[in-house]
């Protein structure tokens, strides 16, 4: 489980506040989708967690442990994936075993190609990230971070780059994958549909400073069709309600 | 398909200059201008003698001159690119010297530092060792941030960011600004070579304008040509080597 306790994040010395007072309990496997307006601090947040950036108060611990790069694996996927344009597409994938040590065996290979196949990436093993287009680039971000295995993982809209199309194909790629690892994954979204389809909870920020509104059990989950349920559009206006309740004070 | 394009290319411009020469050297008729036929033919026997020795010292100036560069250029590149205190102190010298036409130097260069070697690869330094600064500190700036947070979330240490982030970023560039400062780094190797030296093609050259020996005059020019060619050459082999990613791009 990973606590964030009573965390205040502030910039420029104290001076303007980014974050204030974020408390939430993220269950093991469960995907939690934050919303909020632009400039709320959700990307804060993100880094908070994985230690780019300091937090003045309060703690965030993994299975009652201080979260750190050091002890903890954490897998970050950024808005704009992140990738090294002078490593091929399997480097890539690679680099972040090698930073953390991992021994790489066969059986390990086999997996990796496993990953790869599953995303549909098979074939661009050997390509550069230059000559991949957007959504070909986030699934080589998605394999990256799911071979690493990782106790949690972090993704900053790391949809929206993408076309209509593309998104939804890569969304359900992504839950399928995600079915079968069940790695605690925290999403930051400023798309109510893809909050819904994706996230397990999903939580709402106030604007600036950021704060928790409301975390929401997301029914959506339970159902097949999801995009189409009726529970879609129960759970899709009780957000937009919060929304214009709370973003409008 | 794309080498076998640059070759005809290259063939082709090799062909035309050296009918054009033919052409002229008819025209004028006179030993100033030998033909281009003689001329290669005196390359031909000159590669069994002493022109190696020359040809050996210009190349070393120009790699020593291309080493020193990279690692100035590389060192305060990155420094710049990385701490915008030191960019804020670096870059208004390195934004006034790279207007000053680094050729006028050469004899406040020699006064100080005498006419042997270190003059002339100072001179090389000069020339391409603001190029490297500047596309260093381009390239590391325009690191997007999200590429580091990738590696410090894993708990990635600072010299691993600088191998596997930064370096590669700063050796694709220092090849551009090679390409771009390398010929006129040779033009300066040429002035250079003309004092307080035996030795290099420029000191070929003049000396045979000297002698009035126009054939081996032409034939340094030919093989300095050709020392130009090569290092071009090279820095595509290089570049089709470790840069494939930037070729690729669509």
Redesign the interface.
């Known amino acids: 489980m990973l606590e964030i306790k009573n965390v205040h994040v502030y910039y420029d010395k104290n001076q303007s506040e980014v974050l204030r007072e974020i408390n939430l309990q993220i269950e093991t496997g469960e995907i939690y989708a934050i919303i909020g307006p632009s400039g709320c601090g959700k990307s804060t947040l993100l ?1 908070a967690i ?3 950036t300091p937090y003045s108060k309060g703690e965030i611990l993994l299975n009652k442990k201080k979260l ?3 002890h903890h ?4 996927i ?5 990738l ?5 597409v399997f480097d890539n994938i690679l ?2 075993l090698n ?2 040590g991992r021994q790489i065996d066969k059986a390990f290979l086999n997996y990796i190609d496993e990953v790869m196949e599953k995303l549909e990436i098979s074939t661009l093993k050997e ?5 991949l287009s957007g959504g070909q680039k986030q699934r080589v971000a998605i394999a990256r971070s799911f071979v690493l295995q990782p106790d949690i993982l ?1 993704m900053d809209e790391p949809f929206s780059a993408l076309d209509a199309l593309t998104r939804e194909n890569i969304q359900e790629l992504f839950l399928k994958i995600w079915k079968e690892q069940n790695i605690t994954t925290l999403l930051i979204t400023h798309s109510v549909e893809e909050a819904i389809y994706l996230g397990t909870k999903i939580v709402i920020m106030s604007p600036l400073p950021g704060r928790i509104i409301r975390i929401l059990d997301n029914p959506v989950q339970k159902v097949e069709n999801k995009r189409t349920s009726v529970e879609h559009l129960q759970i899709a206006t009780d957000i937009r309600n919060i929304m214009t309740k709370e973003w409008n004070k | 398909m794309k080498i076998i394009d640059k070759w005809k290319d290259f063939l082709f411009g090799f062909i035309s200059i050296i009918l054009l020469w033919y052409m002229v050297s008819l025209l004028i008729n006179k030993p100033i201008l030998p033909s281009p036929i003689r001329v290669l033919a005196n390359v031909h026997s000159l590669a069994t003698q002493e022109i190696y020795i020359h040809l050996g010292y210009s190349l070393i100036r120009i790699f020593a001159g291309i080493a020193i560069s990279v690692f100035i250029g590389l060192l305060l590149g990155v420094l710049m690119g990385q701490s915008k205190r030191w960019n804020k102190i670096l870059n208004p010298i390195i934004y006034f010297t790279y207007s000053i036409p680094k050729i006028s130097l050469l004899p406040a260069v020699m006064l100080i530092f005498g006419l042997k070697e270190s003059s002339k690869i100072i001179m090389i330094v000069l020339i391409i060792v603001f190029q490297i600064i500047i596309a260093v500190r381009d390239s590391v700036k325009d690191i997007p941030k999200e590429t580091y947070y990738i590696l410090r979330c894993l708990g990635a240490n600072k010299w691993r960011e600088f191998k596997e982030i930064t370096l590669p970023a700063a050796l694709s560039s220092i090849l551009s600004s090679i390409r771009i400062a390398l010929g006129t780094a040779i033009s300066i190797l040429f002035f250079t070579e003309i004092y307080g030296t035996e030795y290099g093609m420029g000191y070929y050259i003049m000396d045979a304008w000297m002698r009035i020996n126009y054939l081996d005059m032409y034939s340094g020019i030919i093989v300095l040509s050709l020392l130009g060619f090569i290092l071009f050459l090279l820095i595509d082999l290089i570049e089709m080597t470790f840069l494939r990613w930037r070729n690729m791009s669509s």
């Open positions: 880094k994985s230690g780019l750190s790069a050091k694996t954490i897998g970050l950024p808005q704009n994936y992140g090294l344009p002078w490593k091929t680099l972040p930073i953390k390509r550069f990230p230059n000559n972090l």
